[in-house]
């Protein structure tokens, strides 16, 4: 892994993603590489020089940063004629982030989803979010049998629903398998990715149980009045095209103390969301006075998302 202390060693050494890309090229061969990142073929033309042998975000030095931070604002006005801030959040000391969700009160009215569409800057076509919300069986918890693309008035009487998003895992199968380290792990729990670094490879999207990775295929289109113009590196800023994308529950608001958009548009309180290490904490009462579960708990990748149905 990159030392974020060592950054004036990694600096020197001249480490780009071209170089990563031919070290990945080394170690999958050929043909497997080719395939690989296939999808950087259109999108690498519309990439500048500056984007592409930038180094990777634990080795930028905070001049380098607020280079970087000013480019990305910078590109945003001439590509969707909207001013924006770009920041570096980075994590509070002494909080590890976390999700509750009560199901027994999610009527699957999708506005989570919509929020996080809007919040993130994702493109409009597509309607991408990084939320699925799941219609499923009650009685059932096989994320499998639900049903993404119900419709109709909701909630259905034989029905409940089950919003899924990144599970920030303590051991996350997606950043293991990255040939790059474009992505890993925070101290706040949160699972990022420097997309500036990502190849496009796809291997975390495969590796992720949740299905809570995104693929850009095209450059996102936004109006620019609909750009949210408070944006962070690692999380909302309009991400290139070609790359990787997920949740990090808004980390460009979290971090500063405020809550995640999916939260704030839940029209029932069926959201908990806090600071694990804190005992006074409202998701600290949610795990020791309900009887919480995880998805997929048999993989052992140790979610910091909860679930929980009222008794």
């Known amino acids: 892994m990159i030392d ?50 930038q180094k990777h975000y634990r080795e930028l030095s905070p001049v380098d940063m607020a280079v970087v931070l000013e480019r990305i604002a910078q590109d945003t006005r001439e590509d969707y004629g909207a001013e924006v801030e770009v920041a570096d959040h980075r994590p509070q000391p002494g909080v590890k982030l976390g999700y509750a969700l009560n199901l027994s009160i999610c009527v699957g009215c999708r506005r989570c989803a919509q929020a996080c569409h809007v919040e993130n800057n994702h493109d409009r076509p597509s309607g991408n979010s990084y939320i699925r919300v799941l219609e499923m069986e009650k009685g059932s918890l096989d994320m499998a049998k639900g049903n993404v693309n119900y419709d109709g008035p909701v909630p259905k009487p034989d029905k409940f629903y089950m919003p899924v998003q990144c599970q920030q895992c303590d051991h996350p199968p997606c950043v293991d398998v990255c040939p790059v380290e474009a992505t890993w792990k925070e101290d706040d729990g949160i699972v990022v990715v420097d997309y500036n670094w990502c190849i496009g490879c796809r291997y975390c999207e ?39 994308e997920k949740c990090t529950y808004c980390l460009h608001r979290t971090r500063d103390g405020r809550l995640p958009a999916c939260l704030e548009a839940c029209p029932t309180g069926a959201r908990v969301f806090g600071n694990l290490l804190d005992p006074e904490s409202e998701i600290r009462w949610v795990l020791a006075h309900k009887r919480v579960f995880v998805l997929k708990e048999e993989l052992g990748t140790k979610p910091s998302f909860f679930y929980f149905f009222d008794e």
């Open 206 to 244: 495969a590796a992720c149980p949740y299905h809570a990775r995104r693929f850009n295929w095209t450059k996102p289109r936004i109006p620019a009045a609909e750009v949210n113009p408070h944006q962070s590196y690692l999380s909302n800023r309009i991400r290139p095209q070609g790359v990787m």
């Open 4 to 53: 974020r202390q060592n950054s004036s060693d990694s600096e020197s050494s001249g480490v780009t993603r071209r170089t990563a890309l031919k070290a990945v090229g080394a170690t999958l061969g050929a043909a497997a590489f080719a395939k690989a990142i296939s999808p950087l073929t259109e999108w690498a033309a519309h990439e500048s020089i500056d984007d592409f042998l």
